[in-house]
């Protein structure tokens, strides 16, 4: 069975700290995404990476940096937590770049930052 | 550009009753179209999708979708709800722009089955 694995399914932080989300797939995808998930406003897109070490912003990448070494692993970094970023943090990959037969998400992050 | 709506952010059904959450889509170009739930406290799982070819698609756990280009919909149904399908369904149109999928997501719909 393919799996996404987020590697924290809770996680509280204090304001200004740096915070590292951990995005794993054992698929084999090229493609791989961060979504914050608000209530009201569904998924939106933070950033996304088509190839290692390549990485392109998605709709709000504002306070967000990524990074992509290996192909499984694609880590979301909150470079001095705020408040606003409390959300649930979803990672996601596909399959192949041009082909979108449907993401697989991870379980997700929720984050609280005091 | 693209969007797309869902009609109704909260949707109440009676056990064994239809199942019908709405979709509107907008779009310049075809679109690949998507159904995905989403359990509380867990991540997105795909449940359907069109691509190409016919379109009525069948998904998982007994729900379908009709595309309907003329109307820009992709509804959601399912003949008879059953207690275990209370969950929130976000619909997501894709299209490729300079080689990149783009992927819009709903703000979702939230199914509550009554007893």
């Known amino acids: 069975d393919v799996k996404v694995t987020q590697s924290s399914r809770y996680l509280v932080k204090r304001t200004g700290e740096k915070v590292f989300l951990e995005c794993v797939q054992d698929?084999?995808?090229?493609?791989m995404f961060w979504y914050r998930q608000d209530p009201g406003l569904g998924l939106r897109l933070i950033y996304f990476s088509y190839d290692v070490k390549m990485k392109e912003k998605g709709d709000i990448p504002e306070g967000y940096s990524v990074s992509r070494e290996k192909k499984e692993r694609f880590s979301l970094i909150l470079e001095s937590a705020s408040t606003n970023q409390t959300s649930m943090y979803l990672c996601?990959?596909?399959?192949?770049?041009?082909?979108?037969?449907?993401?697989?998400f991870g379980s997700g992050t929720r984050l609280t930052v005091v | 550009a693209q969007s797309v709506t869902q009609l109704g952010s909260h949707v109440s059904v009676s056990e064994g009753a239809l199942v019908l959450l709405r979709c509107n889509y907008s779009s310049s170009v075809p679109p690949y179209l998507f159904w995905y739930v989403q359990y509380p406290n867990q991540g997105l799982q795909l449940l359907l999708k069109y691509t190409t070819g016919a379109t009525l698609v069948k998904g998982i756990n007994g729900f379908e979708a009709e595309f309907k280009k003329s109307e820009t919909s992709f509804h959601l149904t399912k003949p008879s709800a059953h207690m275990s399908d209370a969950a929130e369904y976000f619909c997501a149109v894709s299209s490729t722009s300079g080689g990149y999928q783009k992927v819009t997501f709903g703000t979702g719909t939230k199914l509550q089955v009554i007893p």
């Open positions: 698929m084999d995808h090229e493609n």
């Open positions: 996601a990959s596909s399959f192949r770049r041009g082909r979108n037969y449907g993401y697989t």
